[in-house]
């Protein structure tokens, strides 16, 4: 029995001085301590697996062929893993930069050379996407001309506030504003619509109506479809108006139509005004004459 108490305290010894050894190698006992397991550089009393302390900003650094390569900073706010030979703060895989942060303040994603405070560069077409839940809810997509806030979940590009849409282009290029119902219009805005000049293309106009084959109705035949029908011929209903809107080109140019149908009804008018009065001229002069002749029968 003292023999294994003997041994035990002789291999304790060697185990005690083996760890006096190291620190001492390293310096002082303050540079290097293992201790239970954890093991303190800088520290006495590591409170970690590694626990590092260092009074400057540089941490841990890596050298290849005595350069400085990489290593990890801090001090104050700064910290992060510094590249000593760009003197810049980055996360790398083996394809190249994953995130970088320039001395100036900018910051790449996917790129070496921000140019800006937040520069992102993709290989794909979605440069940034926002997941709620572990659905994907919104991104900034951009690929050849197609560009914008991406909603994943209605495959439509939108700029929304929180009372709702304000802005929506769906893949088909249909656009609405203040609305999701586009219907089959390529614009939709559902609201009033503020501009100094609108230009409408319109497929054709109503200068048939002066063409001397142009069958034009008599006041007559308008007065009895205005009394069956409640409106102007060739021209929608209130109900239809109501119910399907108008078509703006098409409408203006039934409107014009109707005003040049007025032109050649008030032309014809003043024909008749005219052969009339030249009428009425010619049978005054008959009448002078005749009370002329009568007078002189007297």
């Known amino acids: 029995m003292k023999k294994l108490i003997l041994l035990v305290f002789l291999f304790s010894g060697i185990n005690l001085q083996a760890q006096e050894q190291v620190q001492t190698n390293l310096g002082s006992k303050s540079d290097f301590v293992y201790k239970d397991g954890d093991v303190g550089v800088?520290?006495?009393?590591?409170?970690?697996k590694l626990h590092i302390n260092s009074s400057s900003s540089r941490a841990i650094r890596f050298t290849r062929s005595g350069a400085n390569i990489f290593g990890y900073e801090i001090g104050g706010s700064t910290f992060g893993l510094y590249d000593f030979t760009n003197n810049q703060y980055k996360w790398r895989t083996g394809n190249g930069n994953m995130l970088?942060?320039?001395a100036s303040g900018n910051v790449g994603v996917g790129t070496s050379d921000p140019d800006s405070k937040i520069h992102v560069?993709?290989?794909?077409?979605?440069?940034i996407r926002f997941t709620r839940s572990g659905a994907n809810v919104f991104g900034y997509e951009i690929g050849g001309s197609t560009f914008g806030l991406y909603d994943y979940s209605s495959s439509e590009y939108k700029w929304r506030t929180g009372n709702g849409n304000v802005f929506l282009v769906e893949t088909t290029g249909s656009v609405g504003i203040g609305?999701?119902?586009m219907g089959t219009h390529k614009l939709a805005v559902e609201g009033s619509i503020g501009a100094?000049?609108?230009t409408v293309e319109a497929s054709g106009?109503?200068?048939?109506?002066?063409?001397k084959d142009y069958e034009l109705l008599t006041l007559e035949e308008v007065e009895q479809h205005i009394n069956e029908n409640g409106h102007?011929?060739?021209?929608?209903s209130e109900a239809d108006v109501t119910e399907n809107g108008i078509n703006l080109g098409e409408m203006d140019a039934k409107l014009l139509q109707k005003i040049e149908e007025l032109t050649l009804y008030m032309i014809n008018m003043n024909k008749q005004v005219k052969f009339q009065n030249h009428r009425m001229k010619q049978l005054e002069l008959e009448n002078a004459?005749?009370?002329a002749e009568i007078s002189e029968l007297k």
Not at 121 to 127: H, P
Not at 232 to 236: C, G, H, M, T
């Open 100 to 102: 970088l942060v320039e």
């Open 121 to 127: 560069n993709s290989l794909g077409s979605s440069i």
């Open 205 to 211: 106009w109503s200068d048939f109506v002066f063409e």
């Open 196 to 198: 100094r000049e609108i």
């Open 179 to 181: 609305t999701t119902s």
């Open 42 to 48: 800088g520290t006495s009393s590591p409170g970690s």
């Open 289 to 291: 004459k005749m009370r």
């Open 232 to 236: 102007l011929p060739e021209i929608p």
